[in-house]
């Protein structure tokens, strides 16, 4: 169990954070998302501009601590795009899945349609072409059992059983599909992706569209921060081998064409969604998720980015950081 005094020190910090980080000027909204309807501007935004919730699952014990929305269920959406990933790679080999996807930043937006066309493979599996592929690249005899696979790795690594995928995110998703079959058809053509389009753009969709909450996403950050195991349920879900490959791609392109301020800033692997969540997992420490709908111009989400942020200046998250705020500050006061 973990120390009381220290989890009673969590719990203020990230109220403090909530508090800090909880009024927002609708102005500093680009926009929101919803399936069926896809992006909007926030002076139509309804309850959903004020959904904020943050969970934090720590890798040593798995204790989890959250403040706000911890368990209104939402759409991973691109977040899955890092559980098909990793599962192709299970599944193949990070070689053989380099053969059909790059691991390079495109500096383009999430569905944009442009390719490596040196390679004639999408730049990365965290832009809609590269997931597209990746998806296609899971083990299984059709669309469902692919898909069924993917569902039972998030199950696992969020160490929840009942997470599903919502229908009819999925059904709205169909409605507004056009571009990303557009992106999955010109592969084809260009060699790129091989089978059923169609089957592959529902396997896609349905993996977006598999809901999870604040809490799920903190220990499913906690399994890729812990080398692949779940560090509540203490199941391997990823290959150690395999984690370092993953947690690369998302440092590198995981926050759509703000990956590398993110990196700069920030400084720790993490993916975000149009559902306005966002995974972050901070190696041998913790997994952090957010969620807030309301979006920035990049599609991240604008008080998940500050949460993050703040989050990583105070515990000295980054990567290359060697001290938090508060030993940096000590040290110049002494
Ligand atoms: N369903 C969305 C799409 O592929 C996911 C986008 C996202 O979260 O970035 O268009």
Known sequence: ??????????????????????????????????????????????????????????????????????????????????????????????????????????????????????????????????????????????????????????????????????????????????????????????????GDVEETLELYLRQCSITVTCRDLAVAGATLANGGVNPVTGERVLGRARVRGVLSVMYTCGMYDFAGEWAFEVGVPAKSGVSGGILAAVPGKMGIAVLSPGLDEYGNSVRGTRVCREMSVRLGLHTFAAESEDEILRASAS
């Open 1 to 194: 169990m973990p120390d009381a005094a220290i989890t009673r020190q969590v719990a203020q910090r990230l109220r403090e954070l909530y508090e800090h980080h909880r009024t927002l000027d609708p102005r500093e909204v680009a926009s929101f998302y919803e399936p069926g309807r896809g992006t909007y501007p926030p002076e139509l935004a309804g309850a959903e501009a004020d959904r904020f919730g943050i969970a934090l699952a720590t890798v040593d014990d798995g204790a989890l601590h959250t403040v706000g929305d911890d368990t209104t269920p939402f759409a991973l959406q691109s977040i899955s795009k890092v559980f098909a990933y990793a599962l192709a790679v299970e599944d193949h080999g990070e070689d053989e899945v380099m053969r059909h996807v790059g691991v390079e930043p495109s500096g383009d937006a999430f569905n944009s349609i442009v390719f490596d066309e040196r390679r004639n493979r999408p730049y990365n599996p965290m832009v809609n072409a590269g997931a597209i592929v990746t998806s296609s690249l899971v083990r299984g005899r059709d669309g469902a059992e692919k898909l069924d696979r993917i569902l039972d790795a998030v199950r696992r690594y969020a160490g929840n059983p009942s997470l599903r995928v919502d229908e009819e995110t999925f059904a709205g998703e169909m409605q507004i599909a056009d571009r990303n079959r557009a992106i999955a058809y010109l592969m084809r053509s260009q060699g790129m992706l091989e």
